[in-house]
């Protein structure tokens, strides 16, 4: 497909061009000459890639397009739609991986030509590594002719940086892009799953994990490529065709494992009857009513019981039970409902009578989707002849590990409570209880009228606030932080002076000047194994003042964006005002979504002059736009004063203070919330008196 025929979108153009939306649109009403639309809506229109390539050539705005986003403009602009661009670009990528030899013999070849020859040779590379059967259509000639510009630049891309680093950018950007169509589980809790079955399995990677709702294939990706050697072979089930495709692919591209993906529903058409897997991980589904109830009534994967049309997830446990070898070990990821519901008492009271639940899991809110939440984690054993004679059951909450705030989540953190609780139980059969934390029950213990298996009712309080030590130290910090912020606190003028009237410029005239240097944040990409892993600075950590809390994506095709002390970030979402200039401490850090870099040239612009004047309210105003959810700020408009290097050092100096006071209130008001919240609680638990 020639360049010309690819279309991009006005966020496709604003991500070409590094700038946002509102930029594009302002583009469009004041040049005549900005590229027509040729597809899309009147709402959403679409505009000819080489046209636009070569109107912001003209005008000074682009270089050079980077290849990756040429290969996404490439495949978004697919006739057949992204998902099919991203099955016929996976296909060539896995041959370009495990025979580059046949890739550069076709790739010589003209276009008409290449598209001739290179079904069958992606025909016999995809069936040696995915298996006979598998979900990945075979793309025809006249579909492979229409892509060359995508195949090819794919390729040319998995050149410089591999092929399954490029595919899991691609599959990543299409994921990013239609997030209401797909449900996933984000590393973390990925890891942690895989972590667990591993060391169910004694410390040693299990020889076989299933998947049966695999979605995009994270859960098998972390067990995959975690822990020792040798890989397990990995088997997978999904509803959705094309995903399962997309997954096969992935999982091909990123393993050396041997990969069985198959399309289908597992509780209505299981495709691995005959498998017993030394684990199964699993997200399934949360609160289907159409998962066959009806047509499944006489199966015999229910040992536990029937599960009632309101508890398609305990249908999803017995499939992994069903599923497993004796002794084989399943970790699902749960609705926090599913472990007291009244519908599902006879089942969980079953479990726990044969030992097939071992241990119940609280994480925090925000760990994975729905991320309003506290999701559950359910660690289930398929009982061997000879089961424990008086089995216990592990119950772990994590919830007061995390902080508010999804990116805030401590995972290492999270992940070393439940495997040291895990591990403990699993090699003993129970473990030292930690208030508020963890503790092993009887399973005669939990047989009650509710069999309720929520971690949070059966654990013991831990002591309120820390105890009454850490209540003074938090007292007495809190009365040096009230010192230091009345110290801070700025001192009004006597009287008002006129408004400035000074000459002013914008942020994006002083980029193509030179004064400043202008980065957009993104996902970026986790360097290769062994090498340092830099947090991410998102937009929560600039306007909360805090700690870079994110964490980068693993495969992507893109390098981060690092900061460096001095520069100034701005977040380009929300209605309020904020702008940072990193520190010693944050430098180094990756630049998050929804933010962006400007690094001055300090013999031209101070730092603290330029964030404090990014700051002012109707800057602010005038530089943004609305859409029908949120504010986004068109960075690039914002205005900044002309003024000689030594005023800006006046106003800068002042900046500073007042960015000192803001940080000093804010360590008062969370020193204070600790000390409130701790009375509260040590008064109600009686660990406080009231003399």
Known sequence: MPDSAAEVTAAGIARLAGVGRAAVSNWRRRHPDFPQPVGGTETSPTFALGDVETWLRHQGKLDEVPLRERVWQQLTGHPAGAPAALRHAGSVLLLVRDRPTTWLELAALTDLKLAEELPPALDSVLTARLGEGHPVALPTPAELAVASALLRG???????????PVYEFLLGRHLDANPRQYTLTPPGPAELMAALARGAAGGQRPRTVLDPACGTGSLLHAAATAGPAPAPALHAQESDADLAALTALRLALQTDSQVRVRAGDSLRADAFTDTAAD????????????????????????????????????????????????????????PPAAASRRSGRRIRADLLRHGALRAVVALPAGAAPPYGIPLHLWILRRPCAQPSPTPHVLLVDTADLAPAGRDKLPWQTVQGAVLDAWEGFDRHGTVEEKPGRCRSLPVIDLLDDDVDLAPARHLPPPTAGGGTAELADVHDRLTVALRRTGELAPVPPADTAAPGRWPTTTVGELARAGALVLRAGGPGAAPGTGAPTPPVLTDYD???????????????????????????????????????????????????????????DPAALDPWFLAGFLR?????????????????????????PRLPLADQRRYGAHFRNLAAFEEALRLTERLGERLIQGLYDGLTDGSVRPE
């Open 154 to 164: 794919a390729a040319e891309l998995a050149a410089a940086r591999g092929a399954g």
């Open 279 to 334: 684990a199964v991980l699993c997200h399934p589904p949360f609160n289907e009513r159409n998962w066959g109830h009806e047509e499944l009534a006489y199966d015999p994967r229910w040992e536990y019981g029937f599960p009632a049309r309101t508890e398609s997830e305990l249908a999803w446990v017995q499939h992994a039970l069903a599923r497993l070898r004796d002794g084989g070990t399943a970790v699902l990821l749960m």
């Open 542 to 600: 600039v306007k909360a003042g805090g700690a870079p809390s994110g964490t980068l994506p693993e495969g992507a095709a893109e390098e981060p964006v690092l900061v460096e002390e001095g520069d100034v970030v701005v977040p380009v979402l929300g209605d309020g005002t904020a702008a940072r200039v990193i520190d010693g401490a944050t430098a180094g850090a990756a630049l998050g979504r929804g933010l962006f870099l400007l690094r001055p």
């Open 616 to 640: 002012g309210t109707a800057n602010q105003r005038q530089a943004s736009s609305y859409a029908s959810t949120a504010t986004r700020l068109d960075v690039r408009r914002l205005q900044v």
